[in-house]
């Protein structure tokens, strides 16, 4: 069983992210294989991989594709 993670912002290109999110929501991701760990390691940075990840997840998961993940949403739901 996998650890729900939360969300204090909205992840997607358009918000203002939290970086605490950011770097719980690449880890998901990752141990998901949607997101390639780095060589150097995960930044708490949000970054257009971080973005294709969500929308990767989306995808596989039938959702919206829209690379926007909320605290209340689908996206971050099914993760």
């Known amino acids: 069983m996998r650890t729900p993670i939360r969300l204090n912002k909205t992840i997607g ?4 992210m939290d970086l605490t999110d950011a770097l719980s929501a690449k880890q998901a991701l990752s141990s998901l294989g949607h997101l390639e760990v780095p060589d150097d390691g995960f930044d708490e ?19 919206a594709e829209d690379g ?3 605290p209340d949403g689908p996206t971050l739901t099914r993760l």
């Open 13 to 16: 290109e358009a918000y203002d």
């Open 45 to 63: 940075y949000p970054d257009r991989p971080l973005i294709e990840a969500v929308k990767s997840f989306q995808r596989a998961e039938g959702l």
């Open 68 to 70: 926007v993940m909320k």
